[in-house]
């Protein structure tokens, strides 16, 4: 599932997909569409997808991989499936407050919370 | 404000381009001491403007430069970014918060800038933006 050029990693368990980002900084163009591209691909081969993102060594990000997160999200709702945030750096979390994403999003402070809220 | 860092760039809108400039504005706040929240901000202000100013100013056309003029004193760094394209009417960005809108994909990139500067001027017909970051 993980390439040599993917942009996450990916990994499998008990039903949910943990993916976690290559890169420190979810800035350029290319890359966040590539990896909202990545991550369809995983949402549409599951039929009600669990999903959980990790944003373990990620520094920062633009409002483009808000965006990204959020098709992925209206995506993973429309499959009746499940997604979940975690791991997210106090100054990034700020900007999910901000953008009052922090009410679309279940945001989890680490993978085991995470993991324990699917159902 | 007397600059410690004064540079203005003229910048093909491309990616790369665009990372060294930025690159180089986070160096010289690092360098006079900014702390880790300001270079937060100033980074994440200074990236949405600059993609505003590529993608929907510049329309990603090579050809067509950003202008980004940059002043570091030690109590405020500002930031002034403009591109060639037509401009737009902030008043008709749409409110990204409301509960309607928390599902739609993009118009958080200037939200997130005035949140995080202390002053920000979209000057008519919309192709400019100036940014303060005031020192804690």
């Given amino acids: 599932m993980t390439s040599a050029t993917s942009r996450l990693r990916v990994s499998e368990s008990d039903g949910i997909t943990r993916v976690e980002f290559v890169d420190r900084n979810i800035l350029d163009e290319a890359n966040i569409q590539q990896i909202g591209a990545e991550i369809t691909r995983i949402v549409d081969s599951k039929t009600s997808p669990k999903v959980l993102i990790s944003f373990t060594n990620v520094d920062h990000l633009s409002s483009a991989a808000l965006g990204t997160l959020i098709t992925i999200n209206n995506r993973v709702r429309s499959k009746d499936g499940q997604l979940r945030l975690a791991n997210i750096d106090p100054q990034i979390h700020e900007v999910f407050k901000i953008t009052k994403l922090d009410k679309l999003f279940q945001i989890h402070e680490d993978t085991q919370q995470a993991l324990a809220s699917f159902k | ?136």
Avoid: W
């Fill in chain 2, 1 to 136: 404000m007397t600059a410690a860092f004064s540079q203005r760039f003229v910048l093909p809108s491309r990616r790369e381009d665009i990372e060294a400039a930025t690159e180089t504005v986070l160096a010289a706040l690092d360098r006079l001491g900014y702390d880790k929240a300001a270079v937060f901000a100033v980074r994440l202000s200074l990236e949405e403007a600059l993609a505003n100013a590529v993608r929907h100013g510049n329309k990603d056309d090579a050809r067509r430069h950003v202008t980004l003029l940059c002043e570091i004193g030690a109590s405020e760094a500002v930031l002034d970014v403009q591109d060639e394209g037509e401009g737009f009417d902030p008043g008709m960005v749409p409110d990204p918060t409301a509960v309607e809108n928390l599902d739609i994909p993009s118009g958080r990139g200037l939200m997130l800038i005035r949140s995080f500067m202390a002053d920000v001027t979209v000057h008519p017909p919309g192709n400019r933006i100036t940014m303060r970051y005031h020192r804690a």
